[in-house]
């Protein structure tokens, strides 16, 4: 844990002097390059006009509020039709276990499985709910083979992967969980519904204007 914590802290440290700076950036840039786009991670068309990427912490209660309330009217609304292709990314900053279900889920990934195993996670947050023991129940119960996943698990293999990516949220200026960057305009926290509609509405206006020929 101290070994997370000092990475996370040492870089916000270094961060925080230009944070106004990257924030705005981040608010104007077009869509950042860096973003993990395994498709094992993304729901939607890869040819979405409008890409959505969500910063996250499976311990962290608004991430499961957005995930149980506004994702599913994300994918009914948006995703499934084509016009938004969600990715999700490691935003490890609350401790220990955060990392541990960050690496389980990579682990789950190999096999395919990252969106079953994400939705587990969320569904059973709570105190202790990822101890090794639990996150390899979970992998049971989430259709993964267990003895594939264990071997992943312990080996540590994907610790890097959730450092890496933790570290880039904060180079892009997020200061909490979840953060969403909508075709690289930054909307922090779980804002209900209305607010994603209003900023994917005029992204996709934006991207249809973009689009029309010249003459």
């Not at 950036?25 to 395994?38: R, V």
């Not at 979405?48 to 499976?58: L, Q, W």
């Not at 519904?193 to 973009?210: G, N, P």
Request: charged share 20%; hydrophobic share 40%; proline share 5%.
């Amino acid at each position: 844990m101290l070994r997370s914590w000092t990475l996370i802290l040492t870089f916000a440290g270094a961060a925080g002097l230009a944070v106004a700076s990257v924030a705005l950036a981040a608010q104007h840039a077009t869509a950042p390059q860096p973003f993990a786009l395994e498709s094992a991670r993304t729901l939607g068309s890869p040819n979405a006009p409008v890409t959505m990427v969500e910063f996250s912490d499976f311990q962290c209660s608004f991430c499961r509020k957005f995930w149980a309330e506004t994702l599913p009217r994300l994918k009914e609304t948006y995703i499934k039709n084509g016009q938004v292709r969600f990715v999700y990314q490691h935003f490890a900053v609350l401790g220990e276990h955060s990392f541990a279900a960050g690496q389980a889920a990579e682990c789950a990934r190999e096999q395919e499985r990252f969106w079953p195993y994400h939705d587990k996670l969320f569904e059973s947050q709570g105190g202790l709910a990822f101890t090794n023991a639990k996150l390899k129940r979970y992998a049971g119960e989430s259709g993964v083979d267990i003895g594939v996943f264990a071997q992943c698990l312990d080996s540590g293999k994907y610790r890097q992967k959730v450092e890496d990516e933790t570290r880039l949220g904060l180079q892009l200026g997020a200061r909490g969980t979840p953060t969403f960057f909508l075709n690289g305009r930054m909307l922090p926290g779980a804002q209900p519904f209305e607010v994603f509609q209003a900023a994917i509405e005029e992204a996709l206006a934006k991207a249809s204007t973009q689009n029309l020929p010249t003459r």
